[in-house]
């Protein structure tokens, strides 16, 4: 957990590297990878966001694609190990 957010982090605490959350809104839920400015997004769906973080915005389940997601969370995780 990370400010009240579901995060998933590489290695134990103290010091273990924050890899992607997820914050939950009223109307979306935000999909977030720390490194994400670094990460290949051929779809164009992950917007910049604070320092090297990127994120998508989810609306509805159908805005899942668990191929692309799977791809970013490898790339994400190949940044921080």
């Known amino acids: ?3 009240g957010h579901p995060v998933w982090s ?3 605490a103290p010091g273990k590297q924050p890899v ?3 914050k939950a809104y009223g109307s979306y839920v935000t999909f977030a990878l720390w ?3 670094s990460v290949t ?3 164009g769906r992950l917007e910049a966001a604070s320092r090297e973080m990127a994120q998508v915005k ?3 389940v159908a805005d899942i694609d668990a191929d692309l997601f799977t791809g970013w969370l490898h790339q994400a995780r ?3 190990a």
């Open 78 to 80: 190949d940044l921080e």
């Open 1 to 3: 957990m990370w400010h």
């Open 20 to 22: 992607a959350l997820i």
């Open 35 to 37: 490194r994400g400015q």
């Open 10 to 12: 590489l290695g134990e």
């Open 58 to 60: 989810l609306r509805s």
């Open 41 to 43: 997004d051929p779809s």
